[in-house]
C-alpha cells in the first residue's frame, strides 16, 4: 500500500479520526486543567456534533478502503450507506449518554473521575463505529476488544459501591470467554480460506464449496461473540446483572448503542460473507455449507421467549428492561432470518425506534433514581397523581416497547412482520407476535402501578427539572409523530441498505 493511498483511504475515516481527536483533547483537557471538569462533557458533545457532520458528508458514498495486495480489490473497510446508518445511531446515542451523564447523580458523584469516564465512552464510540464499516475478522476482533474493554471499565465505573463491581466482573469474565471462543473461530476460518478478508471468504467459498462440519464449528465460535455483544440467548447471562449494576447512563448506552454495532456486524456478516449474489426480488443466495435460516430462526425464538418470560417477574426497572433488551434482539434476529432486502429496511427502522423508546424509558428511571435512589416498580406507585409528567411521558415509552399503536415501537414491529410474511416465515411471525403479545403484561404493569395504584403516604413525588424535561420530551414527541408520520425514516432506512458490494 503507497503513501498516496493510504491518506486516500484516509479520508473515509474522517468521522473516525474526529472522534479520536475528541478523544485526545478530552484527555489532555483533564489532564491539564483539573479544577474545571464542568467542561468535559461539553467537549465531548462538540466532537459528537462534528462528527455527525462528517457523516452527513458520507451519507450514499460506498468505497472500499485499505486493501492490501493480498486481497487485491477487497479493502478492510467499507465506507457504505448501510454502515454510515448505524454510525448515525451510535453517534446520536452517544450524545444522548452524554447528556444523561450530565444529570445523572451517579455520575455527578464521581465528578472527580470524568475525565476517564469520557474518555473511555470515546474509546467506545471509536471501536463501534469501526465495527460498523469492519470487512475483515482482524479488524472486526480488534474493534470488538476496543469496544469491550471500554464497556467493561464503564460498567463498573461506580467503583465504591458491590453492584457495579459484580457486575464488571460478570461482564469481563463473560466477554473474556465469548472473545477466545470467537478468536479460535477466527482461526479456524483462516485454516479454510487462507484469508481473513470477507468478500474473499466469499468468492472462494462460491467457487470451491466449503468443508461444512468445519465451517459450521467456526461460525458458531464466531456467532459466540457477535451473540454476546447483542444479548441473544444463550450468550445473555450477563445482560440483567449488568444492566442493573452499571451507571443508568451506560445501561441505556449498552441496550442500544453497543446493540447496534453487533448488529451492524452480524448483518455484514452474514451478507458479505455468505451471500453468493441476490435474486431479482430482493432475496439473498447463501452460500451452502452452514444453514444460517435454521441457525437463527432457533436463536431468535430463544432469545424473545426467553427475554420476554423471564421479564414478567422482575420488580427492578432496571432488570426488566434488561430482558425486555434481550426480548428486542430476538425480534431483530427473527427480521434477519428472512435474507432480504426488506429483513434490513425492517432492522434498520427498527432500530431508530428503539434508541428513542429505550432511552426514554432508562432516562425516566435515571431521573426517579436521581430523587430517591429507587429502581423498584413498587415505588412508582401514584406516579400519575404525584408526578403526571413523568408518569405520561413514560406510558409513551412502554407502549411504544410493546408495539402498541400509535407509537413508534409499533411500526418498528410492523415492518418485521411484514418481512417475515413476504419470506413465507409465517410460523416465526406467529411466534414473534404472541412473544410482542406477552411483552404488553410486564410494561402495562408499570402503568398500572403509576395509575391505578392509588396515592399512599408513602407514594413518592418526583420534581422534574427543565434539563431533564426538554431531554424527555425531545424523546417522547418524535416516540408519537414518528408512529403516525414514519415515511421519513423509512425513506432514509430505504437509501441506507446498501451494503458495499451487493
Do not use: C
Not at 104 to 128: A, D, H, P, Q, W
Not at 255 to 284: D, I, Y
Not at 308 to 326: C, E, G, P, T, V
Not at 342 to 360: K, T
Amino acid at each position: 500500500m503507497d503513501l498516496s493511498y493510504f491518506i486516500t483511504s484516509l479520508t473515509t475515516i474522517q468521522p473516525e479520526l474526529m472522534v479520536s481527536a475528541t478523544l485526545l483533547v478530552v484527555l489532555v483537557f483533564d489532564l491539564i486543567f483539573k479544577q474545571k471538569k464542568t467542561f468535559i462533557p461539553y467537549i465531548a458533545l462538540a466532537g459528537l456534533v462534528a462528527t455527525f457532520f462528517f457523516l452527513i458528508n458520507q451519507f450514499g458514498i460506498s468505497q472500499t478502503a485499505f486493501i492490501t495486495s493480498a486481497e487485491k480489490q477487497y479493502g478492510i473497510f467499507s465506507l457504505d450507506p448501510f454502515g454510515t446508518f448505524f454510525k448515525f445511531i451510535i453517534v446520536v446515542s452517544s450524545f444522548l449518554v452524554i447528556l444523561m451523564s450530565i444529570s445523572s447523580s451517579e455520575i455527578k458523584n464521581v465528578n472527580s473521575r470524568s475525565g476517564e469516564y469520557y474518555t473511555l465512552i470515546f474509546g467506545m464510540i471509536l471501536g463501534m463505529m469501526f465495527l460498523a464499516s469492519a470487512n475483515d475478522l482482524i479488524l472486526i476482533y480488534i474493534s470488538l476488544e476496543l469496544l469491550s474493554l471500554s464497556s467493561y471499565v464503564l460498567a463498573g465505573f461506580l467503583k465504591k459501591e458491590r453492584r457495579p463491581s459484580e457486575a464488571a466482573m460478570k461482564y469481563l469474565l463473560f466477554g473474556a470467554i465469548s472473545s477466545a471462543i470467537m478468536l479460535f473461530g477466527m482461526s479456524l476460518f483462516y485454516g479454510l480460506f487462507a484469508t481473513t478478508n470477507l468478500n474473499v471468504i466469499a468468492s472462494l467459498g462460491s467457487v470451491s464449496g466449503m468443508e461444512t462440519i468445519t465451517l459450521t464449528i467456526s461460525t458458531i465460535f464466531i456467532f459466540a461473540g457477535i451473540g454476546y455483544k447483542i444479548s441473544s440467548v444463550p450468550f445473555h447471562f450477563w445482560t440483567p446483572d449488568v444492566y442493573e449494576g452499571a451507571p443508568i447512563p451506560i445501561t441505556a448506552y449498552l441496550s442500544v448503542a453497543s446493540k447496534s454495532a453487533g448488529f451492524a456486524l452480524l448483518v455484514r456478516f452474514v451478507r458479505v460473507g455468505f451471500t453468493n449474489t441476490t435474486l431479482e426480488n430482493g432475496f439473498w443466495i447463501l452460500l451452502e455449507g452452514f444453514d444460517w435460516q435454521l441457525f437463527l430462526t432457533i436463536i431468535a425464538i430463544a432469545t424473545m421467549t426467553i427475554g420476554n418470560l423471564i421479564a414478567l417477574w422482575q420488580d427492578n426497572l432496571k432488570r426488566m428492561l434488561a430482558y425486555s433488551s434481550i426480548a428486542h434482539a430476538g425480534y431483530l434476529i427473527a427480521a434477519l432470518v428472512a435474507f432480504n432486502n426488506e429483513s434490513l429496511l425492517a432492522i434498520l427502522v427498527y432500530f431508530v425506534f428503539y434508541l428513542l423508546m429505550n432511552f426514554g424509558a432508562f432516562y425516566v428511571v435515571m431521573v426517579v433514581k436521581n430523587k430517591h435512589n429507587t429502581e423498584d416498580i413498587n415505588d412508582y406507585d401514584g406516579f400519575g397523581t404525584t408526578s403526571p409528567f413523568l408518569a405520561v411521558v413514560m406510558s409513551f415509552f412502554l407502549f411504544s416497547l410493546a408495539g402498541v399503536p400509535p407509537f413508534a415501537g409499533f411500526i418498528g414491529k410492523l415492518y418485521i412482520f411484514i418481512a417475515l410474511v413476504d419470506a413465507k416465515l409465517l410460523v416465526l411471525a406467529i411466534i414473534a407476535l404472541l412473544n410482542s403479545t406477552v411483552s404488553v403484561y410486564y410494561y402495562m404493569r408499570v402503568l398500572k402501578h403509576m395509575f391505578l395504584t392509588k396515592k399512599t403516604d408513602n407514594s413518592k413525588t418526583v420534581e422534574v427539572d427543565l434539563f431533564d424535561k426538554v431531554v424527555l420530551l425531545a424523546l417522547a414527541i418524535p416516540t408519537l409523530v414518528l408512529g403516525l408520520y414514519f415515511s421519513g425514516v423509512v425513506n432514509l432506512a430505504q437509501n441506507s441498505i446498501n451494503i458495499l458490494g451487493f
